[in-house]
C-alpha cells in the first residue's frame, strides 16, 4: 500500500511511523528517519514561536523531573560491572547500545531541549567498560542484531551519499563498488555493480560477483565509489521480470 510522507509528501512503500501527540491527530508516516527528524524539528520549532509559555512549562517540567532522578554525586571508584550477571550485563549493553542509535541528531538544537543528551563520548567509554565484561559472542550477536534493524527494508533509510553515486554511476554508466549488507550474515560485502535500473527502493543490475543480474534493496547499499569502468544496458532488460 503506496502512502504519502508527512515531511518531503512523497509516496513510499516502507516507513516509519509515528503515533499520535495529540487527540485530533492521526498516526504520522515518515518515508526515512531523516524526514521524521525533520518534521519533529519543524513541530518544536512552531510551539517555541507561537506557544513560548508552554514551551517553556514543558521544559522546565522536564528538567525538574530530570533533577531529582539524577545522583547528586558521582561514584567513585564504582565496580558495577563486576557484580552483574552475564544477563544483566547483556541487557545493560543493549539498553546503551538502543540509545545510542536512537539519539536524536545533534543539529536539532529544539528537540534537545525535550531530551536532556548523554555525551557521545559517555557512550563509548560505558560501552567499553561493559565489552571488557561480556562475552565477545554475545556482544557480536547483539551488534549483528541492531545491524539488522537498521537495514530491514521496512525503514528504508537511504544513505543520501551512497545514493548520489548510485545516480552518478547510473547516469554515466559507470560501474560502481557498493557495500551491500547480508541480513543472514549481518555482514558487508564490496560488490561491482553495472546499474541497468535505480530507485529509492530498489537498484537493479549486473553484479560482477554473482555474474547475473541482481535486484538491491536500495537501503542497504551503505556505501558506494565510482569506478572507471563503462558498460551498456542490454537491449532486451526489462525492470519488471526481477
Known amino acids: 500500500m503506496t502512502e504519502i510522507c508527512k515531511t518531503c509528501r512523497k509516496e513510499f512503500n516502507f516507513g516509519i511511523w509515528m503515533s499520535p501527540q495529540f487527540e485530533n491527530e492521526k498516526v504520522l508516516l515518515f518515508c526515512s528517519e531523516k524526514c521524521k527528524n525533520e518534521y519533529i524539528d ?10 513560548p509559555d508552554y514551551y517553556k512549562k514543558i521544559k522546565d517540567e522536564k528538567m525538574e523531573f530530570y ?28 539498553i546503551v547500545r538502543e540509545y545510542q542509535e536512537n539519539k536524536p541528531d545533534e543539529r536539532y538544537e529544539d528537540y534537545d531541549d525535550f531530551e536532556e543528551q548523554i555525551d557521545k563520548r559517555l557512550i563509548i567509554s560505558i560501552l567499553k567498560k561493559i565489552n571488557k565484561e561480556l562475552p565477545k559472542e554475545i556482544k557480536e550477536e547483539i551488534d549483528k542484531d541492531f545491524l539488522r534493524k537498521k537495514y530491514h527494508h521496512y525503514n528504508n533509510d ?29 555482514e558487508f ?4 555493480l553495472d546499474i541497468y535500473y535505480k530507485s529509492r527502493k530498489y537498484t537493479i543490475g549486473y ?27 542490454p537491449l532486451n532488460f526489462n525492470k519488471n521480470d526481477y
Open 42 to 51: 519543524m513541530k518544536l520549532t512552531r510551539i517555541k514561536v507561537n506557544y
Open 207 to 233: 553484479c560482477h560477483l554473482r555474474k547475473s543480474i541482481r535486484k538491491f534493496w536500495t537501503s542497504r547499499i551503505a556505501s558506494a565509489k565510482l569506478t572507471t569502468d563503462n558498460y551498456k544496458i
Open 158 to 186: 537511504i544513505d543520501e551519499k551512497a545514493y548520489r553515486v548510485l545516480e552518478k554511476a547510473f547516469d554515466q554508466l559507470k560501474t560502481v563498488e557498493i557495500s551491500y549488507f547480508n541480513m543472514d550474515s549481518a
Open 189 to 192: 560485502k564490496k560488490r561491482n
Open 67 to 94: 533533577s531529582k532522578t539524577q545522583p547528586s554525586g558521582k561514584l567513585k571508584n564504582a565496580k558495577l560491572t563486576k557484580n552483574l550477571t552475564k544477563e544483566e550485563l547483556e541487557a545493560l549493553y543493549q
